[in-house]
């Protein structure tokens, strides 16, 4: 298994502000993921970010709007930009790991609230 | 695209029975699909897998069914407890390689005493 921890756990922002999720891992993963869960729904994919290559994104998210950084095997950070009380969400990251299976891990999310 | 539905109202069973959660799913034939349990403020927990030639899994208490024809997946709770009270969400896996989750609507689970 992996344990994960994200921070903050929480923020209150601004509009127009931007802020920047960390996730750390306990172990060396390939991929990791970044999700979002609007209040009330279920879980969004945001985009896959690999070591060493651009992150992948998914129908609907953009890089200039959620720039992913993965420096190395156990890290990773997701940036909200320009915020907009829409973007309001939990944010996870969650990791996959060959050892354990098709499973993913998850961390316990970034609670976020734009004014 | 893909469609993943489950009960969208909360299901409210009491203690000792059995809860029988469903997951449907549309335009999209998995080779996998996935249980997990998603307490309030907390990131989900995986908790059973199933591959599309296996007709049953079980684990404990929990028992996953997958009907490839039906398009659905049942997640059984059985003798139920009101530790058991959480969200319950089903995932499928698209690509075949556990790399990408498309989750469901998720299913609000209260086990009352």
């Known amino acids: 298994s992996a344990v994960i921890s994200q921070k903050p756990s929480r923020d209150i922002c601004q509009r127009g502000t931007s802020l920047t999720i960390q996730c750390q891992v306990d172990?060396?993963?390939?991929?990791m993921f970044w999700y979002r869960q609007q209040p009330g729904q279920s879980l969004t994919l945001i985009a896959t970010a690999n070591q060493g290559s651009e992150a992948t994104y998914e129908s609907g998210f953009v890089i200039d709007k959620f720039p992913i950084s993965r420096p190395n095997l156990t890290f990773s950070t997701l940036t909200v930009s320009n915020m907009s009380p829409e973007d309001s969400s939990i944010y996870l990251c969650s990791v996959g790991m060959a050892t354990a299976g098709l499973e993913q891990f998850f961390g316990p999310g970034t609670r976020l609230t734009v004014l | 695209s893909q469609k993943i539905e489950q009960n969208s109202e909360a299901l409210n069973i009491q203690e000792g029975k059995t809860a029988t959660l469903t997951c449907n799913y549309t335009?999209?034939?998995?080779?996998?699909l996935q249980w997990y349990r998603q307490d309030p403020g907390r990131g989900p927990v995986f908790l059973l897998l199933i591959r599309e030639n296996e007709k049953e899994k079980r684990k404990e208490r929990l028992k996953v069914t997958f009907d490839t024809t039906l398009k659905q997946s049942l997640f059984h709770i059985t003798a139920s407890q009101p530790a058991d009270s959480a969200t319950y969400l089903c995932?499928?896996?698209?690509?075949?390689?556990?790399?990408?989750?498309?989750f469901g609507t998720g299913t609000q689970l209260k086990v009352e005493l």
């Open positions: 335009n999209y034939s998995p080779a996998y």
């Open positions: 995932a499928l896996d698209m690509t075949g390689g556990g790399n990408k989750l498309t």
């Open positions: 172990s060396q993963v390939t991929m």
